[in-house]
């Protein structure tokens, strides 16, 4: 049983460069996530979809990181440009509907140099 | 402001031995949740409690929910290597979908 998949596993970037990590949920869930992991915050929500709606973003930093989710399997978080301060683990995680058990992705390590 | 602190941050104990480790709130939640992250992977759900004062056991691990439902415990007896990671709590407060996380405790296990 495939779990979440994110792409790609590890992104290296220079400053200022577009950068897109890929989700693709567990098939037939209707609720997806996008985290941040650092070790100064954590675990941050950015951004929650259910049924490919964006339902909260207020976590999103700012007008630099958008995210979609054009069908049920697939979704993107977009930064551009990237500063060196948006390094990271990225995470996306899907669930059955909200409130559900959440099952995390391997995450994306972004390095921005 | 962080809602939830978790302590210790790290710890290293050998086999065999016991631990327990905290999860503390100023804020009520409904429920709260403990998970496990492994290096290089997504965190892993172990356990969600619901109730003040309620307590779950996973083998060998023993959850318990403060009475008020502001803190947690997370009690592993007979420490194994492969209990190493980094353990997690998560609360949820109103909304069914937000989760709020600590910081995590870094627990190696050293053979």
């Known amino acids: 049983d495939a779990g979440v998949i994110q792409s790609p596993r590890h992104e290296v970037t220079e400053m200022g460069q577009e950068v897109t990590l890929r989700c693709k949920p567990i098939s037939g869930h209707n609720s997806l996530f996008w985290y941040r992991q650092t070790m100064m915050r954590g675990l941050e929500l950015l951004i929650y979809?259910?049924?490919?709606?964006?339902?909260?973003d207020s976590g999103m930093p700012e007008d630099r990181f958008s995210a979609k989710m054009p069908n049920a399997s697939f979704s993107t978080l977009k930064i551009q440009p990237s500063e060196p301060r948006d390094s990271a683990v990225y995470f996306c995680?899907?669930?059955?509907?909200?409130?559900?058990?959440?099952?995390f992705g391997s995450g994306t390590q972004l390095s921005v140099l | 402001t962080q809602l939830l602190e978790q302590s210790p941050q790290f710890l290293s104990i050998q086999e065999g031995e016991n631990l327990t480790v905290y999860c503390n709130s100023s804020?009520?939640?409904?429920?709260l949740q403990w998970y496990r992250q492994e290096p290089g992977e997504g965190p892993v759900l172990l356990v969600t409690?619901?109730?003040?004062?309620e307590v779950k056991k996973l083998k060998r691990l023993t959850f318990q929910f403060g009475d008020a439902r502001k803190d947690s415990s997370l009690h592993i007896t007979a420490a194994q290597p492969g209990d190493t990671g980094l353990y997690l709590c998560?609360?949820?407060?109103?909304?069914?979908?937000?989760?709020?996380f600590g910081k995590g405790t870094l627990l190696t296990v050293n053979p």
């Open positions: 409690v619901v109730t003040g004062g």
């Open positions: 998560a609360g949820a407060r109103g909304s069914n979908y937000k989760l709020t």
């Open positions: 804020s009520v939640f409904s429920s």
């Open positions: 979809f259910n049924n490919n709606v964006p339902i909260d």
């Open positions: 995680a899907s669930s059955l509907g909200p409130g559900e058990k959440l099952f």
